[in-house]
């Protein structure tokens, strides 16, 4: 866990209590409501009392009947109590939860993709939805709490006020509940943050099972993924087991604890009875007073463990909502320079899971306006470290990258990020139209300016092929279209941005010949304007680049032209007769 986290991490009653700031009003309503329905259930002692004791004498009759109408008025203000309570209650738990779910998601884009690199997204995703879930009971939970602890204090001033030493006995019996109470809350905490975690777990590996579901079934791994998915499954049920163990525990000893008081009242009352200290109506209305006040301690401790057990999902989520950014401007950010020129000097990266090796280690290097420049190697040597260092996406050891002769660390993130757009490997397409993905570089391009950067893509022309245009939905990923579609709508979207530096991370090492071509004559129109930099595994991509950089175990080993490298002789020419090679082995299996 990083500091930031260890930092957030929280889940204390005061933590919760603090979220119904802004809902306060309602939750008061609400709060109102559910303890009408409690009040008004405690005049029904004393109704049934004068019942009692009027009927037993003659002409109590028409008494009777006004008796039966209150207590059927009662009821009809209980009912709509109820039912305000119910509303008001789910009404503001649901807001409460959406707002922090926002928060959360709002805390975590503030995060760099760093971050994210050790941690899963099906984890997170759950901790939004089933924790944020479990979350919304807290309010009810709350509710009913506060308005049963009215109650219970009501509830004991009337025995006092009905049967003086009998409530003596029955208060013998309150320091019992609360030490079960107290044992059983850290308990149920903590098994609670267990089955959180345990149900995070699940979902975590059943995420990486459907973002991997092709190569899974490729490699025939479908019953070893089940299995490993089933063990998860089985750690819930074993964490659910001991939490529902303990539950079963506590509220037996509850009931046990309540049943007692009642075996007091009925031992001690009817000797009252007996001795007529206590009138029949007197001793009905202290039982039902009895019932009331253990139902009112058993409700609060009820309520108070399920709150103590929702702290963990609690924790969880302000865990993430807590996050301390790291992707943040500097305090007063620099105009952006006009220049597009990239200096990269001296610059050391070592990502925090291998601090020993660094991904990068002095590399010096320069993309000046109108040039395109390819950084080729082998994979791992710290290309792409490169691209996320010059996004700011990871934090360099030490060095500097300068654009326009400004360290990107005192430009604005989005003036940095609207400067420079990359198009990535594996392009990521959102499950919507092909025109809203372009358009997702820039939300308020117009129409000709999405079509004019699909015409600079070599996109425009397969779109307008199809059956509904820019309005075709690509599906999830992407799967409606090809490789090369993909990647020149991706390439698309980054052109409409009209940024200075243009970076393609291996876009073409899985293209056709054709889509690569497309993409590669969009690249030179590019760069003769601007400035791009290339990463590439096809070698032939880059052969007509400005200056190649050999990158190695996180070095710059050469720097050149294509022809001034093969005639060095040494490393990158030795990766063109790999490439070459593996290229003629390929064409010879291929022949009939």
């Given at each position: 866990?990083?500091?930031?986290?260890?930092?957030?991490?929280?889940?204390?009653?005061?933590?919760?209590?603090?979220?119904?700031?802004?809902?306060?009003?309602?939750?008061?309503?609400?709060?109102?409501?559910?303890?009408?329905?409690?009040?008004?259930?405690?005049?029904?002692?004393?109704?049934?009392?004068?019942?009692?004791?009027w009927g037993l004498h003659e002409g109590?009759?028409?008494?009777?009947?006004?008796?039966?109408?209150?207590?059927?008025?009662?009821?009809?203000?209980?009912?709509?109590?109820?039912?305000?309570?119910?509303?008001?209650?789910?009404?503001?738990?649901?807001?409460?939860?959406?707002?922090?779910r926002e928060n959360i998601l709002t805390a975590i884009m503030g995060m760099t993709?760093?971050?994210?690199?050790?941690?899963?997204?099906?984890?997170?995703?759950?901790?939004?939805?089933?924790?944020?879930?479990?979350?919304?009971?807290?309010?009810?939970?709350?509710?009913?709490?506060?308005?049963?602890?009215?109650?219970?204090?009501?509830?004991?001033?009337?025995?006092?006020?009905?049967?003086?030493?009998?409530?003596?006995?029955?208060?013998?019996?309150?320091?019992?509940?609360?030490?079960?109470?107290?044992?059983?809350?850290?308990?149920?905490?903590?098994?609670?943050?267990?089955?959180?975690?345990?149900?995070?777990?699940?979902?975590?590996?059943?995420?990486?099972?459907?973002?991997?579901?092709?190569?899974?079934?490729?490699?025939?791994?479908?019953?070893?993924?089940?299995?490993?998915?089933?063990?998860?499954?089985?750690?819930?049920?074993?964490?659910?087991?001991?939490?529902?163990?303990?539950?079963?525990?506590?509220?037996?000893?509850?009931?046990?604890?309540?049943?007692?008081?009642?075996?007091?009242?009925?031992?001690?009352?009817?000797?009252?009875?007996?001795?007529?200290?206590?009138?029949?109506?007197?001793?009905?209305?202290?039982?039902?007073?009895?019932?009331?006040?253990?139902?009112?301690?058993?409700?609060?401790?009820?309520?108070?463990?399920?709150?103590?057990?929702?702290?963990?999902?609690?924790?969880?989520?302000?865990?993430?909502?807590?996050?301390?950014?790291?992707?943040?401007?500097?305090?007063?950010?620099?105009?952006?320079?006009?220049?597009?020129?990239?200096?990269?000097?001296?610059?050391?990266?070592?990502?925090?899971?291998?601090?020993?090796?660094?991904?990068?280690?002095?590399?010096?290097?320069?993309?000046?306006?109108?040039?395109?420049?390819?950084?080729?190697?082998?994979?791992?040597?710290?290309?792409?470290?490169?691209?996320?260092?010059?996004?700011?996406?990871?934090?360099?050891?030490?060095?500097?990258?300068?654009?326009?002769?400004?360290?990107?660390?005192?430009?604005?993130?989005?003036?940095?990020?609207?400067?420079?757009?990359?198009?990535?490997?594996?392009?990521?397409?959102?499950?919507?139209?092909?025109?809203?993905?372009?358009?997702?570089?820039?939300?308020?391009?117009?129409?000709?300016?999405?079509?004019?950067?699909?015409?600079?893509?070599?996109?425009?022309?397969?779109?307008?092929?199809?059956?509904?245009?820019?309005?075709?939905?690509?599906?999830?990923?992407?799967?409606?279209?090809?490789?090369?579609?993909?990647?020149?709508?991706?390439?698309?979207?980054?052109?409409?941005?009209?940024?200075?530096?243009?970076?393609?991370?291996?876009?073409?090492?899985?293209?056709?010949?054709?889509?690569?071509?497309?993409?590669?004559?969009?690249?030179?129109?590019?760069?003769?304007?601007?400035?791009?930099?290339?990463?590439?595994?096809?070698?032939?991509?880059?052969?007509?680049?400005?200056?190649?950089?050999?990158?190695?175990?996180?070095?710059?080993?050469?720097?050149?032209?294509?022809?001034?490298?093969?005639?060095?002789?040494?490393?990158?020419?030795?990766?063109?007769?790999?490439?070459?090679?593996?290229?003629?082995?390929?064409?010879?299996?291929?022949?009939?």
């Open positions: 866990m990083s500091e930031s986290e260890r930092g957030a991490r929280r889940g204390s009653m005061r933590d919760m209590l603090a979220l119904y700031r802004d809902q306060l009003p309602l939750f008061a309503l609400g709060t109102f409501l559910t303890l009408l329905g409690r009040l008004v259930a405690m005049a029904f002692p004393a109704i049934v009392a004068a019942a009692v004791d109590g009759g028409q008494l009777l009947v006004w008796l039966s109408l209150s207590l059927l008025g009662l009821i009809v203000v209980r009912m709509l109590a109820t039912w305000g309570s119910g509303y008001y209650s789910g009404l503001v738990g649901v807001r409460i939860v959406n707002e922090m993709p760093d971050w994210l690199r050790d941690r899963s997204p099906g984890e997170l995703v759950g901790r939004l939805a089933a924790d944020g879930a479990t979350v919304i009971r807290i309010t009810p939970s709350l509710m009913v709490a506060i308005a049963d602890c009215v109650k219970l204090v009501v509830g004991i001033a009337l025995l006092f006020l009905t049967a003086l030493e009998l409530a003596g006995w029955v208060l013998g019996i309150v320091p019992i509940v609360l030490v079960v109470v107290q044992v059983a809350a850290s308990a149920l905490r903590r098994r609670g943050h267990e089955l959180r975690d345990a149900e995070g777990a699940a979902s975590a590996r059943a995420e990486a099972i459907l973002s991997t579901f092709w190569t899974v079934k490729a490699f025939g791994r479908e019953e070893a993924e089940r299995a490993a998915y089933a063990e998860r499954l089985d750690e819930v049920e074993r964490s659910l087991g001991r939490y529902a163990n303990l539950m079963g525990v506590y509220q037996g000893a509850l009931i046990g604890a309540s049943s007692l008081v009642v075996v007091v009242v009925v031992w001690a009352g009817g000797n009252g009875l007996a001795d007529g200290q206590l009138t029949p109506g007197t001793l009905v209305a202290f039982l039902m007073y009895t019932f009331l006040v253990t139902e009112a301690a058993s409700s609060i401790s009820t309520q108070w463990g399920q709150m103590s057990a929702a702290q963990g999902s609690m924790a969880r989520v302000l865990e993430l909502a807590g996050l301390t950014p790291d992707d943040v401007d500097p305090p007063t950010p620099r105009p952006l320079p006009e220049s597009g020129e990239i200096e990269v000097t001296d610059l050391t990266v070592a990502y925090p899971s291998n601090p020993e090796t660094p991904a990068l280690a002095g590399v010096s290097l320069r993309v000046s306006r109108g040039e395109m420049v390819a950084l080729v190697g082998r994979s791992g040597a710290g290309k792409s470290t490169l691209v996320s260092a010059l996004l700011r996406f990871t934090r360099p050891r030490s060095g500097q990258i300068r654009l326009g002769g400004v360290d990107i660390a005192e430009l604005g993130r989005r003036d940095l990020r609207d400067a420079i757009a990359v198009v990535p490997q594996e392009p990521v397409l959102f499950p919507t139209t092909i025109g809203e993905n372009i358009r997702h570089g820039r939300a308020d391009a117009s129409q000709a300016e999405v079509e004019e950067a699909a015409r600079r893509a070599h996109a425009h022309d397969f779109i307008v092929g199809l059956p509904q245009g820019y309005d075709t939905l690509v599906g999830q990923r992407g799967e409606k279209l090809s490789g090369g579609q993909r990647q020149r709508i991706a390439l698309a979207r980054a052109l409409v941005t009209r940024p200075r530096i243009l970076v393609l991370d291996e876009a073409t090492s899985s293209l056709d010949a054709e889509s690569e071509a497309g993409i590669q004559a969009a690249l030179e129109e590019f760069a003769r304007a601007h400035s791009a930099l290339v990463i590439a595994h096809r070698l032939n991509t880059v052969k007509h680049a400005d200056r190649i950089y050999v990158f190695d175990e996180g070095r710059i080993v050469e720097a050149g032209t294509h022809a001034k490298l093969l005639g060095l002789g040494r490393f990158y020419r030795r990766l063109v007769s790999m490439q070459l090679h593996g290229a003629e082995q390929s064409e010879a299996a291929t022949r009939p």
